[in-house]
C-alpha cells in the first residue's frame, strides 16, 4: 500500500515539474515596468500580458496555494492556514499594492519571506496575477 501512493504522489510531482519547467522564465517587457507618471505624483505600470498573468498563475499555485487555499481543519470547518487573498489587490492603490509587495518580500512570523525566492520578473508576474483574484 505505502508504495502505491509513493508511486502516485511522485507522478503528480512529476507532472507539476513539468508543467513548470513548460514555463518560460523570462518576463515580457510589458509585466509591471514603470511607464509613466500619473497625475497624482505616482507610477503607473503597464498592464501586464496575458502570459505574465499566467505565468503569475504557476507561481501563486507553486508557493502561495498551501497556506492561502490549502485545508486544516478548525472546528469541524475547513479553512485556508493563511487569508484569503481574492481581491487583495484589485484595484488597489499604489500604497497599498507596496505593502502587499513588501509583506510578501519580507513575510511575517505565520508567513516565510519570498524575497530570495523570486526573480525580479517571477515576483511581478506573481503580483500580475494576484490582481486579477
Not at 509513493?6 to 522564465?25: E, G
Not at 502561495?64 to 470547518?77: A, F, N, P, T, W
Not at 479553512?79 to 509587495?101: T, Y
Request: some cysteine.
Amino acid at each position: 500500500m505505502k508504495r502505491v501512493i509513493w508511486r502516485k504522489t511522485a507522478a503528480v510531482a512529476l507532472a507539476i515539474a513539468a508543467t513548470a519547467a513548460m514555463l518560460p522564465r523570462e518576463a515580457t517587457p510589458q509585466a509591471g515596468a514603470p511607464t509613466a507618471r500619473s497625475e497624482r505624483g505616482g507610477v503607473e505600470t503597464a498592464p501586464a500580458s496575458a502570459d505574465a498573468t499566467r505565468r503569475g498563475e504557476a507561481w501563486f499555485y507553486q508557493r502561495c496555494s498551501l497556506c492561502h487555499m490549502g485545508r486544516i481543519v478548525k472546528d469541524d470547518v475547513y479553512e485556508p492556514m493563511g487569508p484569503r487573498l481574492n481581491g487583495v489587490l484589485k484595484n488597489a492603490l499604489p500604497e497599498r499594492e507596496k505593502a502587499v509587495r513588501a509583506q510578501i518580500q519580507r513575510g511575517s512570523p505565520r508567513m516565510p519571506g519570498f524575497q530570495y525566492s523570486f526573480a525580479p520578473a517571477e515576483f511581478e508576474e506573481l503580483i500580475a496575477y494576484m490582481k486579477t483574484l
